[in-house]
């Protein structure tokens, strides 16, 4: 009976708040599935998400911690909408409606810090982050030596604290142990309730890539789930498993075939080695493929055969590497990551519809590989 329950996957539905649109806020990175998938290795998350204890009466802040890819952000927004519902109830709903979840990541926080302190109008920042009935802080870690930006959101959070209002943080470990992270916010964020998000393993995997397959409408038999979970690395984060299994559809696509052990052993293949790809190699390969130079797509013509080929380039980097929008943005003459999200989904729409954008994401992706 301890064995049937320690080899048991759970899933749960996972809830969004609704959000408002900052006019530099920087995309959400959250799952393309609707739920959480949950074997041992996420017993803790399962048990808090279903909502079986109240997190803030154990702690405030909630801390999730995890490598890149885990969830955290997911979950920190699943954890933020329960949070405001159990709010409601206690209110008058028909007159206040749902209360209102505030959303930073913690790199658009401290440039809004930065921004109010250049202006010296501090206050409504301060003010918002304080009257907010449910606070998310996103990606602690990215925010590392911005000494002065973490000691106002450390102030901000003891103030939350002392009010009872819940605060939800993610960051990739625990912010103690993050070089550059000052000791106020490290002993704001130690005394609530810790949540660790690990990667889905074993049986949680399997069921995951199934469902991934699912989802984006490609048919995967049990034996194929098998081959390309036992090929992938383990490790890896979701989004990269969500990479291999478009992937294998891309290359049914391309070959105009069902899914075969070709197909993911080419994703396996893929995943394995462009796995250390950077985003300047990118651009170097595209430029070559379309016979232009690199620094032509990082140059600010509008002309539309550069316009397509570094869109591309930008969707390759957001598919193969872990580099942020901000950051491909900076690498492609310095736009803005609207700029690089408007790239990404027009691209992904194109090699959907246009055969000479998919033939070239499919040969430039294997070309990247090897």
């Known amino acids: 009976m301890l064995l049937q329950e320690e080899t048991t996957v759970e899933s749960f539905p996972l809830e969004r708040p609704t959000l408002q649109r900052r006019r530099r806020g920087s995309a959400l990175a959250v799952g393309s599935l609707p739920y959480f998938i949950a074997g041992d290795e996420n017993r803790l998350t399962s048990l808090v998400c279903r909502g079986e204890i109240d997190v803030f009466e154990v702690g405030n802040p909630v801390l999730l911690t995890g490598p890149v890819g885990c969830g955290k952000t997911s979950i920190a927004l699943h954890l933020a909408t329960r949070a405001a519902m159990d709010l409601a109830a206690d209110q008058d709903f028909e007159k206040t409606g749902p209360a209102k979840v505030v959303y930073y990541s913690a790199v658009d926080f401290a440039r809004s810090y930065a921004e109010a302190i250049g202006a010296d109008d501090l206050k409504p920042l301060s003010d918002e982050l304080e009257a907010a009935p449910v606070l998310v802080i996103d990606d602690l870690h990215l925010i590392a030596n911005k000494t002065a930006a973490q000691e106002e959101l450390a102030l901000r959070i003891e103030t939350r604290f002392d009010a009872g209002k819940p605060t939800i943080l993610t960051c990739k470990r625990s912010p103690a142990e993050v070089r550059g992270i000052c000791s106020r916010l490290a002993s704001r964020a130690a005394p609530g309730l810790m949540i660790p998000i690990a990667l889905p393993k074993a049986n949680s995997r399997k069921q995951l890539l199934g469902e991934l397959a699912l989802h ?4 995967l038999d049990a034996s194929l789930i098998s081959i390309l979970d036992a090929g992938l690395e383990s490790g890896i984060p979701v989004r990269a498993m ?8 891309l290359w049914c696509r391309m070959n105009e075939s069902d899914a075969s052990i070709a197909a993911v052993q080419a994703a396996i293949n893929g995943s394995r080695q462009v796995r250390d790809v950077s985003v300047a190699t990118i651009t170097n390969t595209v430029a070559r493929y379309f016979n232009l130079k690199s620094s032509d797509l990082r140059s600010s013509s509008r002309k539309q055969n550069l316009v397509r080929a570094r869109s591309l380039a930008m969707w390759l980097a957001r598919k193969l590497t872990d ?15 609207t700029t690089v999200l408007h790239a990404v989904r027009k691209t992904t729409e194109l090699v959907e519809t246009d055969t000479a954008i998919r033939r070239a994401a499919a040969e430039l992706t294997e070309k990247l590989a090897a």
Do not use: P, Y
């Open 323 to 337: 580099t942020s929008m901000n950051q491909i943005g900076e690498h492609f003459g310095g736009r803005d990551h």
């Open 242 to 249: 969500e990479a291999a299994m478009k992937q294998v559809q």
């Open 216 to 219: 984006i409408g490609l048919e």
